[in-house]
């Protein structure tokens, strides 16, 4: 799995966000007006968002045209790094084609169910109006927009905390739109917004984690020598993602649990007191002089008839049992248990790791042990110098003698590490204050802001994926990058 799987990946992961904000939406409206719609019109919410991104894709392939990767425009290599109403307006109108489509599908479909007088699963006749179809299409078009305009962003630009937040608050307002739907159109509005709107909200709540993981990796790398995201840093962060999902689960049960157990609880003990002073004594007394007289085999099967089903029993069990887990932990914490088991349990994780390293040695020698100390190996990355090869660019003052150069160095690394130190060179003579210590980033920003060159953002961002990311290009693209550098070289040292 490469790096360009992973920008797949989280491109599919945005898509699907942006598709659930678009399923409460379609039940609000379509819910009850069609048998089976709740299916139907999810699966079209989805589907719309997805046709959005793949007919920008289609065309964009067709025209030569790439997304961005970091949200830079590169115009010579028909890189595009923000929405442009020139590149979307044919995949925006074979949408509107669709919404068409959709419109007159549906106008005649919904028309003959109500000429043969076709009934909802409640009894309920079927109420043609073309105001249905007509909201199907502005919906089904509105979805394949927003899928349409998430192909030119990579996910760093889609993930700004006002932007997440601004979707959650969406999905709640909408959420809240079909509650109020359901109740005035639906009996049972509870299990149809539980079900029909839990699944959503649940995909919605896990891409929205994803990305948002992701963007946070993306802001702690960026500006540092290692600020392409590798691959091993991807699938960590994937794994805290289905960590943080499986607690968040975890305490939602728990949470039920503890509800669910002091409701049954409190029924329980508010059904013995109203007993006893109705019915604790023969004739019930002066409160229950007026009320039908129960003996306690009566009441005891009334109150698990009524309060502690079979079902309830368990849940009880579990709060108890649940309660008793939380005291342990408490106990555990405040006499310093808990400190030792989780020092034990670190611990024994290293010495797994440390195994599992020896085990590939004694199997194959050659193979490089991987329980090492990732702080340290930052540290030493942070501090490894970015021109390996700057004694051999300080001496080279003419574009001939700087290719002759270039031809006798044996390795690809090699020559682009000594291209990348001439190039500095050339800046530095050019007055810019360039520091022994900057980072390929630092360095990006102060030729950019004394240059205005957009150039140095591409050559930068290739330097980084070749010399400290797990990017291994094809000969094509990294005779492109090098020649890139070259360039730049040979247009500075003339």
């Given at each position: ?7 797949r ?66 115009p ?7 929405f ?97 739907t ?29 990305i ?13 020598v ?58 019930g ?5 007026n ?15 009524n ?15 649940t ?47 991987v ?26 003052d ?5 290719m ?17 130190a001439v190039l ?8 810019i ?18 240059l ?42 003339y």
């Amino acid at each position: 799995m490469n790096l360009r799987f992973y920008d797949r990946l989280f491109n599919v992961v945005a898509l699907t966000a942006v598709a659930m904000l678009f399923v409460p939406l379609f039940l609000i409206f379509f819910g009850g007006t069609v048998p089976y719609s709740v299916p139907i019109f999810s699966f079209l919410a989805v589907l719309s968002v997805f046709a959005g991104y793949g007919l920008q894709w289609g065309f964009a392939s067709l025209t030569g045209k790439t997304a961005s990767s970091d949200g830079y425009d590169d115009p010579t290599r028909g890189v595009l790094g923000h929405f442009s109403i020139a590149y979307a307006a044919v995949p925006i109108l074979v949408s509107l084609a669709l919404s068409a489509g959709v419109f007159f599908l549906y106008n005649f479909i919904l028309f003959r169910m109500f000429e043969n007088g076709v009934s909802l699963p409640n009894g309920q006749l079927i109420h043609y109006t073309m105001l249905y179809p007509l909201l199907a299409a502005v919906l089904v078009l509105a979805a394949a927009v927003c899928g349409c305009v998430v192909w030119f962003y990579p996910v760093e630009r889609l993930t700004s905390i006002y932007l997440l937040m601004g979707a959650c608050v969406l999905f709640f307002l909408e959420s809240v739109a079909l509650s109020v739907t359901a109740r005035a159109t639906q009996a049972s509005s509870g299990a149809f917004v539980s079900v029909n709107l839990g699944v959503p909200f649940a995909i919605f709540f896990l891409c929205v984690l994803v990305i948002y993981n992701q963007s946070n990796l993306q802001k702690k790398y960026r500006g540092s020598v290692v600020s392409v995201i590798t691959t091993s840093e991807r699938l960590y962060n994937l794994f805290l993602v289905f960590l943080l999902t499986l607690v968040f689960a975890v305490a939602v049960g728990v949470m039920f649990i503890l509800l669910k157990g002091l409701s049954i609880i409190g029924r329980m003990l508010l059904f013995i007191i109203l007993f006893r002073l109705f019915h604790g004594e023969e004739g019930g007394g002066e409160l229950g002089k007026n009320y039908e007289y129960y003996d306690s085999d009566e009441a005891s099967n009334m109150m698990r008839r009524n309060v502690m089903s079979p079902e309830n029993q368990y849940i009880v069990a579990v709060f108890f049992l649940t309660i008793l887990a939380a005291g342990l932990i408490v106990l555990a914490w405040r006499t310093g248990l808990l400190k030792k088991f989780w020092i034990w349990l670190r611990e024994f994780i290293d010495t797994v790791l440390i195994g599992i390293g020896i085990f590939k040695i004694s199997i194959d020698p050659n193979e490089d042990d991987v329980a090492y100390n990732y702080k340290d190996e930052k540290r030493k990355i942070q501090k490894a110098g970015i021109r390996d090869l700057e004694s051999l660019a300080a001496d080279t003052d003419s574009y001939r003698l700087f290719m002759t150069r270039l031809s006798r160095l044996k390795t690809y690394d090699e020559q682009l590490c000594f291209a990348y130190a001439v190039l500095l060179k050339l800046y530095k003579q050019m007055n810019i204050p360039l520091k022994h210590s900057d980072t390929p980033r630092e360095v990006e920003k102060k030729v950019f802001r004394a240059l205005s060159e957009a150039e140095i953002s591409k050559i930068t961002a290739d330097f980084e994926s070749i010399r400290y990311a797990e990017h291994e290009p094809e000969d094509a693209e990294a005779a492109a990058i090098l020649s890139n550098i070259c360039g730049a070289v040979k247009r500075y040292m003339y």
